[in-house]
C-alpha cells in the first residue's frame, strides 16, 4: 500500500497526580453520596492520572516525524500539566468549578484545550485514573458539556 | 468482526540525521536522538488483525503463521540490528516510531493472507509509540 494512504498516529503518554471530590451542588448531600460514594468524601482524595493522547498528520519527510516532540512536549506541558499536576481539579481548574471532575469530563477538557495544537491534528484523549479504569474522547459534537 | 493482537519484541539501535541539514539544525531538531553514534530501544510490536472466525477452527487466522510472519518479516529484518545501517527499507528516512510502523505495515500487509490487518502499534518506550492504519481507519473505528 503507498504511503499516503496510509494514516498514521503519534501517540505520547504524560503522567500527573492530582486531587478530585465528586460533588454537584444541583443534589443534596443525601443525593451527592448516594451517587459518588467514597469519591464524595468532602476534602477529596487523588490519583496518578495517566493521560495518554494521539496526534495525526503527514509524515514530515525531512524529520520522519509527524510532529516535533520537543514540540508537543512543551504545549501539553504549558496547557494541561502545569495547571493540572500536584494541583486540587476541583480549585485550581476553572472549567471543574461547576463541572464535575470525573475522567469523562477530564477526558472532554484535556481534548478541548490540546485541539489547539497548531502542528499536528488531535485524534484522541485517554485517561487511566487507576490501573483499573480508563476513559476515551475522540471529540464529539454532541455530549460536550463542559 | 473480531480483532486478534499478537506481540513481539524486539532492540534495535538508531539514530536522528539528516545529512540535507547542518550539524547545529540536526541537533536543535533531534536533541540527543542526533548523538554520533546512536542510542537503542526495545521495541514493542503490537500487530491487530481483523476478520470473522473460520466456522471450523473458531479462528480468525492461524497464530502459528502470524508469529512465523512476524518472526520473518520483523525480527529477522530488526532485532538486533542498527535501523540506520541494516535496514535497507528504511534508507534515506529517519528511523523515527512513525516511519518504522509504516514500514512494517507495508511488510505485513501484503503477508496476512487470513482476515485483514487492522492496526500496527509500535511503542519505542512505554510513553511513546505509533500506530499505522489503513486508508480512511482509525482508532475511531475499533
Known sequence: MKNDLLHVELGRRYKFAASHRLHTPRLS?????????????????????VLEISVSGKIDPATGMIANL????????????EE???H???DDVTAFHDAV?????????????????PHAKLERVRIQETGNNSFEYAGSTEGNHL | MVLLTRKIEFSASHLYHNPNLSAEENRRLFGKCNNPHGHGHNYTLEVTVAGEPDPVTGMVLDLKELKEILEREVMQRMDHRHL???VPELAGQIPTCENIARLIWQLLEPRITQGKLHRVRLYESPDLFADCYGNGASAAAN
Not at chain 1, 467514597?38 to 496518578?48: E, L, M, S, T, Y
Not at chain 1, 471532575?101 to 495544537?117: A, D, G, S
Open chain 1, 29 to 49: 448531600e443525601e443525593e451527592n453520596y448516594r451517587v459518588f460514594g467514597k469519591c464524595n468524601n468532602p476534602h477529596g482524595h487523588g490519583h496518578n492520572y
Open chain 1, 70 to 81: 520537543a514540540d508537543l512536549d512543551a504545549f501539553v506541558e504549558r496547557h494541561v500539566l
Open chain 1, 84 to 86: 493540572f499536576d500536584h
Open chain 1, 88 to 90: 486540587s481539579l476541583n
Open chain 1, 101 to 117: 471532575p470525573t475522567t469523562e469530563n477530564l477526558c472532554i477538557e484535556i481534548f478541548r484545550r490540546l485541539q489547539k495544537f
Open chain 2, 84 to 86: 540506520n545501517y541494516e
